[in-house]
């Protein structure tokens, strides 16, 4: 009987344990990992390096909206993960999937429509509420940017997202273990690609993906 682990990361118990039912409704047997904030969920997933998912809340403690997707994205590229917000547009659904979340479950599911989803990404297939329509990103400003942060390394990518915390270069050489001119480098790097002149401005750009979840 197939076993698959999954990590569920929500700040929010109740909504934790919706998840957590619809998981243990599925067919053979689920080990649950529960995360409630944004490092617990990082630890989560360098812990269990064969998990099979990750649900993530978008709005967790410790990360701003999109930032913790592509952290993670970056770090633990094998990893699916599948978006939960209350925030559904089709704006926020379609971002976070260019973002390279593998699904987005909206709030408002039922537990039959959670589950269903989860099951479509473990077969390998993206998962989206049923209201969805796909369509181009509305904001040019916003494509280009997504079209940049696409061509970051995946340590660039980290690199950027610990920018946005306000980590300094010290800090993030500390975090990643490396020295504080690697880190430099890829400051430059990002900078350019980014097509920005300072690490305040990358900061601007990265909270502009952010926009629609508060809008």
């Keep these: 009987m197939q076993e698959h682990t999954i990590i569920i990361a929500d700040d929010h118990p109740l ?7 619809a998981v243990i409704g599925m067919e053979g047997r689920q080990s649950i990992v529960e995360a409630g904030d ?4 990082r630890r989560a997933a360098g812990a ?24 993670l994205r970056s770090e633990f590229a094998s990893l699916p993960i ?24 909206s709030k408002s599911s039922g537990i039959d429509d959670i589950r269903r989803s989860i ?6 297939d993206i998962a989206t509420p049923g209201s969805y329509r796909d369509g181009q990103e509305q904001d040019p400003d916003v ?23 306000g980590l300094l270069n010290k800090q993030i050489a500390y975090e990643l273990g490396v020295s504080e001119a690697t880190i430099k480098a890829h400051v430059s790097a990002i900078l350019l690609k980014l097509d920005v002149d300072s690490r305040t401005q990358a900061v601007i750009q990265l909270g502009k993906i952010n926009m629609a979840m508060v809008a």
């Excluded at 944004?38 to 969920?41: G, N």
């Excluded at 704006?91 to 987005?104: C, D, N, P």
């Excluded at 696409?150 to 915390?165: D, Y």
Aim: proline share 2%; glycine share 8%; net charge negative.
């Design 48 to 71: 269990h390096a064969d998990a099979d998912l990750m649900l993530l809340d978008l709005a967790m403690p410790g990360v701003s909206g999109f930032s913790g997707l592509m952290a």
């Design 15 to 21: 909504f934790r344990d919706a998840l957590r039912q």
């Design 143 to 165: 494509a280009d940017l997504i079209h940049r942060l696409h061509t970051l390394t995946p340590q660039q990518s980290r690199v950027l997202t610990m920018l946005g915390e």
């Design 82 to 105: 599948v978006i939960v917000s209350a925030t559904d547009d089709a704006t926020t659904i379609r971002r976070a999937l260019e973002l390279g979340a593998s699904g987005f479950i």
């Design 38 to 41: 944004f490092a617990a969920a």
């Design 119 to 124: 099951q479509t990404v473990l077969a390998g």
